[in-house]
């Protein structure tokens, strides 16, 4: 009985998540209260609070359904064992595109969390929550990014954390403006060329010395 209960509540759970996601998308997170969500559930506000402690702890819930799987596939590039770091941040950043552009569960709780949400009030504390997850990412995307110098898929004096952190601003970055406008570009066509061209990028890294120096060849030609 108690097994069934508890698989009774996350169907109830999983409803409430549904709804919110439904309503936050059609009129955005500040005009729509909890008894919004409990009413167009058909439960009772009590039923809402049994969940979720305020609808802050509700989009919390709401953004990890879809944030998680990422966040795992971020850390196994990070793991000091594995073989091919690069393809693996690579794979990664792919899968976080496409999904974006294929998933129109993600997609829509994305485009909630870019454009239909105000920190304000009790959403106030998601931000330092965003904060936190935003570090974890780039901290996890860093060490992927030197297990791969390790292995020479970098060059040796690449600003790891400076990629770490351009990397992470230019997927975020990507979808931030494919939702604004999808006709915009095809993010799920273009996902592995967008990558592979940052990626590129990181492998052609100038050394400072070597940036030094083409600047001062640069210099005494124009002179």
């Not at 791969?148 to 990397?167: C, D, E, F, T």
């Not at 940052?198 to 120096?213: C, I, N, W």
């Amino acid at each position: 009985m108690a097994r069934k209960t508890k698989q009774e509540a996350q169907v109830t759970r999983g409803h409430i998540l549904d709804t919110a996601e439904r309503l936050f998308s059609e009129r955005g997170v500040a005009r729509t209260s909890l008894a919004d969500i409990a009413d167009s559930a058909g439960l009772t506000r009590g039923a809402i609070y049994w969940h979720f402690r305020n609808k802050g702890d509700l989009f919390t819930a709401l953004l990890d359904r879809v944030a998680l799987p990422m966040e795992e596939m971020v850390a196994q590039a990070a793991d000091a064992g594995a073989a091919d770091p690069l393809s693996s941040i690579r794979a990664c950043c792919v899968y976080v595109l496409r999904r974006t552009a294929r998933d129109a569960q993600c997609r829509r709780v994305f485009e909630i969390l870019a454009h239909k949400c105000e920190y304000v009030d009790e959403m106030h504390a998601l931000v330092a929550r965003h904060m936190q997850c935003r570090s974890q990412g780039i901290g996890m995307i860093e060490r992927a990014l030197r297990n791969a110098m390790r292995k020479g898929q970098l060059p040796r004096h690449l600003q790891v954390r400076r990629a770490a952190i351009g990397l992470h601003a230019y997927v975020d970055g990507l979808i931030y403006n494919w939702l604004l406008d999808p006709r915009s570009f095809a993010l799920d066509r273009e996902a592995e060329a967008l990558v592979d061209q940052f990626l590129q990028g990181l492998k052609a890294a100038v050394a400072p010395k070597a940036r030094v120096a083409v600047s001062r060849v640069r210099r005494v030609a124009t002179a």
